[in-house]
Structure formats: structure tokens, C-alpha cells
């Protein structure tokens, strides 16, 4: 058990190097020119992508998504920052607890795996990236 263990660690501290600096410096195009994607913006790419015309991943390409109209649910809000803040902050629930607040619908439900920022200076910092990310 133990020396599965060391194993184990010993493997995600390898995975960890090698993925780091992969994503070190990596920016987007924008219609203003680059624009480098922070830290806390980078674990949003496991399942979205930045960049305009990627598409879809798990989740839908986040390039325009601010002050963009919600499609969720039959929409009716817009991505703005007060409604991304509630969205990204895991001590108001997340997407989980938003989704029901946004809809005002408290039986609504997103397939949104990430539970949020648990320091407002994260989610600020993915807002004021995701409000860079237009043409």
C-alpha cells in the first residue's frame, strides 16, 4: 500500500512538470490583440476553450461569452460580471446554486462539474479575462 502510494505521488508530481509549463505564458487572440491567460483562468481549459471559432469542449467555447445573452435553460439573463461572480463563487454554490437563481427556476440543473472560487481575487481574475475575450 505504501510503496503504491509514493508511486502514485511520484506520478502526479511528474504529470504536474510536464503540464505546468505547457500552459506557461499561453495567450489568446482578441480583437485588441493577446491577451495572456491568468492562473485561475487556466483550469476553465480542461473543459472550455478560449479561443474564438475552438467550439465546443465539455463545455462551450467561452470567446464572446461576456455580456452575451444566456442560452441556458431558455436564457432571459446575460453573462454579465455581477451574474459570472455569482456563477464562479463556490460559497454561493457555484454553477450549482446560480443556475436556480439566474432561471429563477429552483429546479434547474447544469451538467457543470467545477464548483467555483472559494477568494473573490480568483473570480475577479477570470472575469476580467473572460471580458477581454471579444473582437
Not at 4 to 21: D, H, Q, R, T
Not at 77 to 95: F, I, R, V
Not at 102 to 113: D, E, I, P, S, V
Request: net charge neutral; hydrophobic share 40%; proline share 4%.
Amino acid at each position: 500500500m505504501r510503496h503504491s502510494l509514493i508511486a502514485w505521488a511520484g506520478a502526479l508530481a511528474m504529470s504536474v512538470a510536464i503540464v505546468a509549463p505547457a500552459n506557461a505564458g499561453k495567450t489568446v487572440a482578441t480583437g485588441a490583440g493577446d491577451v495572456e491567460i491568468p492562473k485561475q483562468a487556466k483550469k476553465c481549459m480542461a473543459c472550455h476553450n478560449f479561443d474564438k471559432g475552438a467550439g465546443t469542449k465539455v463545455g462551450p467555447e467561452l470567446y464572446g461569452l461576456f455580456n452575451a445573452p444566456s442560452t441556458i435553460q431558455g436564457g432571459g439573463w446575460s453573462w454579465t460580471a455581477e451574474n459570472l461572480h455569482l456563477w464562479l463563487n463556490k460559497e454561493k454554490g457555484g454553477p450549482k446554486e446560480a443556475i436556480k437563481v439566474l432561471t429563477g427556476n429552483a429546479g434547474a440543473t447544469t451538467k457543470m462539474g467545477f464548483n467555483g472560487f472559494k477568494d473573490d481575487a480568483e473570480i475577479n481574475e477570470v472575469v476580467d479575462f473572460l471580458s477581454k475575450l471579444h473582437d
